[in-house]
């Protein structure tokens, strides 16, 4: 939640019952906009869409279940990066995040102290833009489009 420039992000722990809420992000300067959050077996991928000055900036922030930020990156929608188009729709798994964009499946992984794109599935582009959502599917991924929903095994 954000209430001006107080920002606090909480994570629970089921099986300790336990609340964190002194996760060490960032500042977030101006008007929250979205929030979505992802979760693999292992991480959380939070994203927020935020609007400062009159300018909308994507943000992800990756957290451990210990509350511990392992990783961030930031985009602005005129960026060519798999951030810039949204914060919805993206499937995790392990320690990635698979996101649709206009050229096909990528697969983000943490670098460092940041995000990269670790793979491309281009075969993927007939398939998916970057208004589609990503969902879990039975050997494979599940493709959500306007018109369809599609099962993709990437191998």
Not at 55 to 79: K, M, Q, Y
Not at 111 to 119: A, C, D, I, K, N
Request: charged share 20%.
């Amino acid at each position: 939640y954000q209430a001006g420039r107080l920002a606090r992000v909480t994570a629970l722990a089921s099986e300790d019952a336990c609340i964190n809420d002194t996760l060490p992000l960032p500042a977030l300067p101006g008007q929250l906009v979205d929030a979505s959050c992802i979760f693999s077996d292992q991480l959380a991928w939070f994203m927020v869409t935020m609007q400062d000055a009159g300018r909308l900036v994507n943000r992800c922030f990756v957290i451990t279940a210990t509350g511990e930020l392992l990783a961030e990156d930031s985009a602005s929608p005129e960026d060519e990066s798999w951030l810039a188009k949204g914060i919805r729709g993206n499937f995790a798994t392990g320690q990635s995040l698979f996101a649709a964009t206009d050229e096909g499946i990528v697969m983000v992984g943490i670098s460092g102290r940041g995000l990269e794109v670790t793979q491309t599935f281009p075969d993927t582009a007939d398939f998916v833009d970057s208004h589609s959502r990503l969902l879990p599917g039975k050997n494979g991924i599940n493709v959500v489009s306007s018109h369809d929903i599609t099962r993709l095994t990437i191998q």
